[in-house]
C-alpha cells in the first residue's frame, strides 16, 4: 500500500511572517559573526604560535604576528558593529524598503 505524503502549510499573517523573517535574519547575522570571531581566534593562535616558536628558535626577533592581529581585528570590529550590534537597525530598514516597494503605485504596461 502506497504510502501518503501529507504537506502541512502553516499559513501566517503579514505581521507574523515579518516577526519570523526579522528574528531568521538576526540569528544569521549574529552566527555570522560567531563563526567570524571563532575563526579569528584559531587563526591569530596559530600565527602567534609560529610567530614565537621562529623567535624562540631562529634568529628572527621581529613580532610580525601583530600586524593581521590588528588588521583583522578591525575588521572583526566592524562585523561586530556592523552585523551583531546594528542588525536590528538593518533589518528594519530593509524591511521598510520592502514594504514601500510592495505598496508603491505601479504603472500598467
Given amino acids: 500500500m502506497a504510502e501518503e505524503r501529507r504537506c502541512d502549510v502553516t499559513m501566517l499573517t503579514t505581521e507574523q511572517y515579518l516577526q519570523a523573517e526579522f528574528g531568521y535574519t538576526l540569528a544569521e547575522a549574529r552566527r555570522g559573526f560567531k563563526i567570524h570571531a571563532a575563526v579569528y581566534g584559531v587563526v591569530m593562535t596559530g600565527l602567534i604560535t609560529l610567530n614565537a616558536l621562529l623567535i624562540a628558535f ?19 570590529t566592524g562585523h561586530y558593529l556592523c552585523g ?26
Fill in 58 to 76: 631562529t634568529g628572527a626577533n621581529f613580532p610580525w604576528a601583530i600586524f593581521p592581529l590588528v588588521g583583522w581585528g578591525i575588521g572583526l
Fill in 84 to 109: 551583531f550590534r546594528g542588525a536590528e537597525r538593518a533589518i528594519r530598514a530593509r524591511q521598510a524598503k520592502i514594504e514601500e516597494y510592495a505598496t508603491r503605485p505601479r504603472v500598467a504596461a
